[in-house]
């Protein structure tokens, strides 16, 4: 197993939950990690992405300004803190891992190679 994403659960709207996603070595170094939501019956969208050689940081737009991915190279640990959570963030979240910088093309699932197992996020 590659990744695996811990700290999904029920909060209330307003409230505060933080994912981590745990990766092995080969797995996260020099590649760049994200987070991706899915509710059934949609495609799954691009919430955060991080390159883990020099930080650099995207968002989506639904999302900027609550929350905030960040990374721990020591840990090859990816976190993504979600505050003022509203209902419409309920969704399985993902960690995912591609190989090498995704750029641009960071909300774009087909650059990831590796993919989580999901924690469910559920904002009532």
């Known amino acids: 197993v590659q990744l695996v994403e811990s700290g999904g659960g029920s909060v209330q709207a307003g409230g505060s939950l933080r994912l981590s996603c745990a990766a092995s070595?080969?797995?996260?170094?020099?590649?760049?990690m994200a987070w991706f939501r899915q509710v059934p019956g949609k495609e799954r969208e691009g919430v955060a992405a991080i390159y883990t050689v020099v930080g650099y940081i995207k968002y989506a737009d639904s999302v900027k300004g609550r929350f905030t991915i960040s990374r721990d190279n020591a840990k090859n640990t990816v976190y993504l803190q979600m505050n003022s959570l509203k209902p419409e963030d309920t969704a399985m979240y993902y960690c995912?891992?591609?190989?090498?910088?995704?750029?641009?093309?960071?909300?774009?699932?087909?650059?990831?190679?590796?993919w989580g197992q999901g924690t469910q996020v559920t904002v009532s």
């Open positions: 070595e080969d797995t996260y170094r020099g590649n760049t």
């Open positions: 995912a891992a591609s190989v090498g910088y995704a750029g641009t093309q960071w909300p774009v699932q087909a650059k990831y190679r590796y």
